[in-house]
């Protein structure tokens, strides 16, 4: 399923380490019209992915991650070949992203739900520029079973894709402020 894949890939990068302390500092996807905030030195990488689905050619998508604090930071970026509605796309990434926490429900992940898992809740906050938007925080596992936070805001403009995210113990009020309200397009 390709909800799966997308999302395995994403948190395997989202798991590489860097400094344990913040130290708030801009990042910009290679390539793509946005900026983002880290509290750590990131690390980078490239995978092609199955966004548009298992019959249809792989996306490239950037990421961008690091640890601090007892928390995962990742800042994931793609470009949509012509014509691929973008909230579709945000859509299923979103479905990945509960799946990969264990918090998707199996009707969800066939398509046949868009509700949100238990203990989810959709926040307010657009990226400056995007023109869709989502912002969700709520209870997850994590690749070891341990209970997390999660919150994630999932953004496009024109063909541009982007995924922010944070997994660990939860952030204060003025980390979550920098790091979503530093998300936005160019």
Known sequence: MRVAWIWKALTVVSLAGCS???NWREVRPEGAPLRAMLPCKPDRAERALPLLGPQAAAVPVWMLSCTA??????LAAARL?????????LRDWRLAAWASLRQAPAEALAGA???APPGWSQGGRVPAG?????HWQGPGVDVEGHALR???MLAARERWLVQLAVYGPGLG???RATLFEGLGFD
């Open 20 to 22: 344990p302390t913040y």
């Open 69 to 74: 604090d007892g928390h995962s930071f990742a």
């Open 81 to 89: 070949p012509d014509g691929v509605p973008a909230a579709r796309v």
């Open 113 to 115: 739900s868009d509700a």
């Open 130 to 134: 995007a023109t869709l938007a989502q």
């Open 150 to 152: 999660a919150e994630f």
């Open 173 to 175: 009020p003025e980390s």
